[in-house]
């Protein structure tokens, strides 16, 4: 698509996935809960299965002409050209995730993939069902060898389950994680603020004074039941580094890790 602001384009209520490329621009994508912007030569990847999700120009883009591919998933379509199994990126995880979008940084690989597919618009006669088929494989193969290969399968894999997830499954399935309060709300689908706001209503605390306060306990247990080293037992429990959950742990329970360790309490 060639797009001159201003434009909106709204995503239909259609059982499919879209990944969406910038080739040349700017662009803002908004959902109900919260929007980023997406530069020259980074992508989008969502399923289009909820409402409420449009693309626009951005503010700092008014005047200039841009340029987007979009390659859209229809589940029909995957199961017949995977007539005998579907490959893991299309299969449900355990992931315990809601996610909708995610944002893709500059890839090589996906940039030389744009190139060629370009030259099949260009030459409409040469795109056979073939070709296409081995193209729309090919992305799906390059997508998931990227960074974000966790958060695509859990996107992709929604054209096939109708699992969803509470809110509480996923905190609770992500409290020893390495990841931050930014990164639960969008396993949630939702801003950071109104995560937030539901965290306050279910938990009654913060999201950081929950989360730790659980690491900890987990981490108090490990040390009176197991003999691992200090160190690993603040990496399972969801800490980065040992100073830190030092800190933390004395904070709380007013003993260091090693001295409650060797008090057995």
């Given at each position: 698509?060639?797009?001159?602001p201003p434009f909106k384009?709204?995503?239909?209520?259609?059982?499919?996935?879209?990944?969406?490329?910038?080739?040349k621009g700017k662009i803002?994508?908004?959902?109900?809960?919260?929007?980023?912007?997406?530069?020259?030569?980074?992508?989008?990847?969502?399923?289009?299965?909820?409402?409420?999700?449009?693309?626009?120009?951005?503010?700092?883009?008014?005047?200039?002409?841009?340029?987007?591919?979009?390659?859209?998933?229809?589940?029909?379509?995957?199961?017949?050209?995977?007539?005998?199994?579907?490959?893991?990126?299309?299969?449900?995880?355990?992931?315990?995730?809601?996610?909708?979008?995610?944002?893709?940084?500059?890839?090589?690989?996906?940039?030389?993939?744009?190139?060629?597919?370009?030259?099949?618009?260009?030459?409409?006669?040469?795109?056979?069902?073939?070709?296409?088929?081995?193209?729309?494989?090919?992305?799906?193969?390059?997508?998931?060898?990227?960074?974000?290969?966790?958060?695509?399968?859990?996107?992709?894999?929604?054209?096939?389950?109708?699992?969803?997830?509470?809110?509480?499954?996923?905190?609770?399935?992500?409290?020893?994680?390495?990841?931050?309060?930014?990164?639960?709300?969008?396993?949630?689908?939702?801003?950071?603020?109104?995560?937030?706001?539901?965290?306050?209503?279910?938990?009654?605390?913060?999201?950081?004074?929950?989360?730790?306060?659980?690491?900890?306990?987990?981490?108090?247990?490990?040390?009176?039941?197991?003999?691992?080293?200090?160190?690993?037992?603040?990496?399972?429990?969801?800490?980065?580094?040992?100073?830190?959950?030092?800190?933390?742990?004395?904070?709380?329970?007013?003993?260091?890790?090693?001295?409650?360790?060797?008090?057995?309490?």
């Amino acid at each position: 698509m060639i797009i001159k602001p201003p434009f909106k384009y709204d995503f239909p209520v259609e059982e499919r996935a879209c990944f969406l490329y910038v080739m040349k621009g700017k662009i803002l994508y908004e959902s109900d809960n919260y929007n980023f912007s997406i530069n020259t030569n980074h992508s989008l990847l969502l399923n289009c299965i909820n409402s409420g999700k449009q693309i626009h120009e951005s503010n700092d883009n008014l005047n200039e002409e841009g340029e987007v591919v979009i390659v859209t998933f229809h589940p029909d379509i995957l199961k017949k050209i995977y007539d005998r199994e579907l490959p893991l990126v299309l299969q449900p995880s355990n992931n315990a995730s809601n996610q909708s979008s995610e944002k893709i940084n500059n890839d090589f690989l996906i940039q030389k993939y744009i190139e060629g597919l370009l030259f099949y618009f260009e030459n409409p006669s040469l795109a056979n069902d073939e070709i296409l088929i081995l193209k729309l494989k090919e992305i799906i193969l390059l997508l998931s060898q990227t960074q974000n290969a966790t958060t695509i399968q859990v996107i992709l894999s929604q054209l096939f389950s109708s699992t969803t997830y509470t809110f509480k499954q996923i905190i609770e399935a992500n409290l020893f994680s390495h990841i931050n309060v930014e990164d639960l709300a969008q396993k949630t689908n939702l801003s950071v603020s109104s995560f937030k706001r539901e965290f306050k209503k279910l938990y009654n605390d913060s999201p950081a004074n929950y989360i730790k306060s659980k690491r900890l306990e987990k981490a108090a247990d490990m040390l009176l039941l197991s003999t691992e080293r200090i160190s690993d037992i603040a990496m399972d429990c969801g800490f980065n580094d040992l100073a830190n959950f030092t800190k933390s742990f004395h904070d709380k329970y007013e003993i260091t890790p090693t001295n409650y360790r060797l008090n057995g309490k």
